[in-house]
C-alpha cells in the first residue's frame, strides 16, 4: 500500500489511499457518493463542507475527494464552486504560492497563466482565487497575483520575453489588442544606441523595408518579439523608431537611409518633423547643422530666435540665428514684427527649410 505524505501545517494525519478506496466509493462525474460496509453502498448525502471521521480524526469531504481522484492531498486549500454539487468539476485547489520578494518569478507566472500570441487573449492556467478561475478570459487591466497588483499587458510582455518592461505602449491604441506585435516597450531617452553601421548584407537579410509606409518588417523570426512578417520596432520615450538587432539597437530612420541608398547617413531630418514618420521622402541626409535648420519653435515667445527682453521698463525684442554652431545677431527691435520679419529674411538667406519655426500640435 502506498502511503501519503502530508505537507507541514495542513492536514496532521493521514492514512493510505488503498484503505480510502475500501470505504469510500466516489464518481466525479454525478457526483455521487456511497458508504462501503461489508460489501454494501450506502448512498451518502453529504456537501464539500461535511466532515468524515476517519481514524478517530475529522477531515473535510472536499480534501477526502481531491485525494480520492489525484491520489494526493491537496497542498493549498481547495475552492467550491457549488457546494451541494459534488460532482468534481465544481473543486479547485487554490495555487499555493512561493514566498517572493518583489515582482512575480516568470517560473512561477507560468504555472497560473498562459497567453495565445496570435489572438492577444490571456487565461489563468489554474485558480488562484474567487475572481481567478482556471481557464476563465483575463479581461481586467490590473491583475491581482498573491497581493500584489500587476499591468496585464506587463504581465504578458513579461511572459514572451523573460523581462519586466520599462513601459508599454499599444500600437494602434486598441486596449482590446493585445497580441505580441501590437505591444511596444518605451525604453528610456538614455538607453545607448549603436554607433557603428550594421552591415548591408545582414540588414537586408533580416529586414524589408517599405519606403512609401515607413515601416520596417521581419524577414526572419529571431525570438519572441521579432516574428517573421510582423512589424519590427519600438518607440523610444522622444518619439523615434528604433530597431533591435543581434542585442544592439539602431534608429530605424537610419537604417532605412542605408537600406536604400547602401550608405551610412551623417545626420536625418524628417521634414515634417514628425520623428516616427520613416517615409522615403520624409527623410533627408545633412549635418547637425540642416538637422537645427528644422528644428521646432520656442514655446516661451513662438517664434525660433525671436526673445524679449527689458530695458529702463521699455521691451525690446533681438533677433538672431545660429549659422554653423555661430549665433548672429540680426538686430534689436522695438516692435515685435519686425524682429520676427528679420528672422524670417535671415531664414531664406540660409536656406533653412520651409517648416521651421511651426508650432507643435499640442501648442496649437
Request: charge should be positive; glycine fraction near 4%; proline fraction near 2%.
Amino acid at each position: 500500500m502506498t502511503k501519503i505524505v502530508i505537507s507541514p501545517g495542513f492536514l496532521k494525519y493521514s492514512f493510505s489511499y488503498d484503505y480510502l478506496k475500501t470505504i469510500i466509493e466516489y464518481n466525479p462525474e454525478t457526483g455521487e457518493l456511497f458508504r462501503l460496509v461489508k460489501g454494501l453502498k450506502k448512498s451518502l448525502k453529504l456537501t464539500f463542507l461535511s466532515s468524515i471521521h476517519i481514524h478517530n480524526h475529522n477531515y473535510k469531504l472536499k480534501d477526502i475527494l481531491f485525494f480520492y481522484i489525484n491520489k494526493f492531498w491537496p497542498t493549498s486549500h481547495i475552492h467550491i464552486h457549488n457546494n451541494s454539487n459534488l460532482k468534481f468539476k465544481n473543486l479547485e485547489e487554490y495555487y499555493k504560492f512561493p514566498n517572493y520578494n518583489n515582482t512575480i518569478p516568470l517560473t512561477v507566472l507560468k504555472t497560473i497563466f498562459r497567453y495565445n500570441s496570435q489572438t492577444g487573449l490571456a487565461y489563468w492556467k489554474r485558480t488562484i482565487g474567487k475572481s481567478s478561475i482556471k481557464d476563465d478570459l483575463i479581461t481586467n487591466e490590473i491583475v491581482s497575483i498573491n497581493m500584489k497588483t500587476y499591468k496585464l499587458n506587463d504581465l504578458i510582455w513579461f511572459y514572451m520575453t523573460g523581462k519586466w518592461p520599462n513601459r508599454l505602449i499599444l500600437v494602434d491604441s486598441n486596449m482590446s489588442n493585445r497580441k505580441i506585435n501590437n505591444i511596444k516597450d518605451i525604453y528610456k531617452i538614455d538607453k545607448k544606441f549603436e554607433t557603428k553601421q550594421i552591415s548591408f548584407e545582414l540588414l537586408i537579410e533580416l529586414l524589408n523595408y517599405n519606403p512609401n509606409t515607413g515601416i520596417f518588417t521581419w524577414l526572419k523570426t529571431l525570438g519572441s518579439i521579432a516574428i517573421e512578417n510582423s512589424i519590427a520596432g519600438n518607440i523610444t520615450n522622444d518619439g523615434y523608431v528604433y530597431i533591435t538587432i543581434k542585442k544592439k539597437n539602431y534608429y530605424a530612420h537610419r537604417l532605412a537611409w542605408f537600406y536604400m541608398t547602401g550608405n551610412w547617413p551623417n545626420i536625418i531630418d524628417h521634414d515634417d518633423q514628425d520623428k516616427a514618420n520613416n517615409k522615403w521622402n520624409n527623410l533627408n541626409n545633412g549635418t547637425q547643422s540642416d538637422n537645427r535648420k528644422n528644428c521646432k519653435n520656442s514655446k516661451e515667445i513662438g517664434i525660433y530666435g525671436v526673445r524679449c527682453i527689458k530695458s529702463n521698463n521699455d521691451i525690446k525684442w533681438i533677433s538672431e540665428i545660429t549659422i554653423n554652431y555661430k549665433s548672429i545677431r540680426l538686430g534689436t527691435f522695438y516692435d515685435k514684427f519686425e524682429a520676427i520679419c528679420s528672422r524670417k529674411s535671415a531664414e531664406n538667406k540660409y536656406n533653412f527649410h520651409k517648416n521651421h519655426g511651426q508650432f507643435d500640435r499640442e501648442t496649437l
